[in-house]
């Protein structure tokens, strides 16, 4: 995503970036676009680091902020860029983000973000069921709720990307590890069985991820035209 930014002719003055976690991109969107605020924003507070360990690595340019990407607690128009990586698939309504993200960004602003698409953990999910993986979002339904929520020249594509494990106790490890659980609400909450576990935790298991990206950009202010009639002599 950083890369992407290399072809944007973006200044922003501030930037959003939703679903922050512990803030990783803040000192390199910080040293891209030296003097712009950051806007370090995530649901879950614990998440978030400290605003006076934030200022020893950014100085005071950049602010923690404990709210949800659907309702954001900011201004319209306040925003030149949102930067969201990997936390959309979070979302119930990613349409509804998307419209929060597009009232926020001032005039010209980017949207750009990276989510995960449905072939996300498909060896995981034919192993352990349906119910027990994240469900993901196809890219192009993604585009089209770009359009949808009012933002223009949206750009959509993935990659996909293989990971071969040992044995898949160690990417439950891996997910465990990087917050990745299931948050479905029509999981199953009962037991899986020891003979399941026991199968899947020790045989080789490939994780594929679909990487997806996407960028849009808030449409300019309508320009209004007046016709000046001249009655003639």
């Avoid at 071969?164 to 609400?185: I, K, P």
């Amino acid at each position: 995503m950083l890369e992407r930014l290399d072809y944007m002719k973006l200044a922003p003055r501030r930037i959003l970036d939703a679903g922050s976690g512990p803030a990783r991109e803040a000192r390199a969107l910080a040293a891209r676009y030296r003097g712009a605020q950051i806007i370090a924003l995530d649901f879950a507070p614990q998440l978030l680091p400290r605003r006076g360990r934030l200022e020893r690595w950014l100085g005071r340019g950049v602010m923690p902020l404990c709210g949800d990407f659907g309702r954001l607690p900011l201004a319209a128009g306040s925003v030149g860029l949102v930067w969201c990586n990997l936390a959309l698939h979070w979302a119930n309504d990613p349409l509804a983000v998307f419209r929060e993200f597009e009232r926020v960004l001032s005039a010209e602003g980017l949207l750009i973000f990276s989510t995960l698409g449905p072939d996300t953990l498909k060896e995981l999910r034919a192993a352990a069921g349906a119910s027990r993986v994240h469900a993901f979002i196809d890219m192009h339904d993604l585009g089209d709720m770009l359009l949808a929520a009012g933002l223009s020249a949206p750009v959509m594509d993935m990659e996909l990307i293989g990971i071969d494990y040992r044995a898949g106790e160690q990417l439950l490890d891996d997910l465990r590890a990087s917050g990745q659980t299931n948050a479905r609400a029509d999981r199953r909450r009962g037991l899986s069985g020891r003979r399941f576990l026991e199968q899947f935790r020790s045989a080789p298991l490939r994780a594929t991820f679909e990487v997806v990206y996407g960028h849009a950009w808030k449409r300019p202010p309508a320009v209004k035209t007046v016709r000046v009639f001249k009655r003639l002599p």
